[in-house]
């Protein structure tokens, strides 16, 4: 199995609005994206998805792979743990042995 980052990183948080004001008036990021649900970033060297959700959840980094369904075959197989799912999207996201959540994107 072969996994590589993306460049990308996501957080998800319970205030939108705020989000928004922080990233892009006080660190200067450039907004590329907005919706009711989702902002997204240009940081410099990632991009950065704000997502709005219940519940506040630090820095999920983004794996890219070939075959999502090998990819989550493997990762449960290893002890990992996949914690959220978005069907049709070739996306979910795990929870590691250690306890850290990350994103998997097939590319």
């Given amino acids: 199995m072969e996994f590589a980052s993306n460049g990308d990183f996501a957080i998800?948080?319970?205030d939108l609005a705020r989000a928004r004001t922080f990233?892009?008036?006080?660190?200067g990021f450039k907004l590329l994206q907005h919706s009711g649900e989702k902002l997204v970033f240009a940081t410099g060297n990632f991009t950065l998805y704000v997502n709005k959700d219940g519940k506040n959840i630090p820095?999920?980094?983004?794996?890219?792979?070939?075959?999502?369904?090998?990819?989550?075959?493997?990762l449960?197989?290893?002890?990992?743990?996949?914690?959220?799912e978005w069907?049709?999207?070739?996306?979910?996201?795990?929870?590691?042995?250690?306890?850290?959540?990350?994103?998997?994107?097939?590319s």
Avoid: N, W
């Fill in 12 to 14: 998800h948080v319970r």
């Fill in 23 to 27: 990233y892009r008036d006080t660190l």
């Fill in 59 to 74: 820095f999920i980094p983004a794996l890219k792979v070939p075959d999502y369904e090998a990819a989550k075959r493997f």
């Fill in 76 to 84: 449960e197989s290893a002890g990992c743990k996949i914690i959220r």
């Fill in 87 to 106: 069907p049709g999207s070739g996306a979910f996201y795990f929870r590691d042995p250690l306890g850290q959540v990350m994103d998997i994107i097939q």
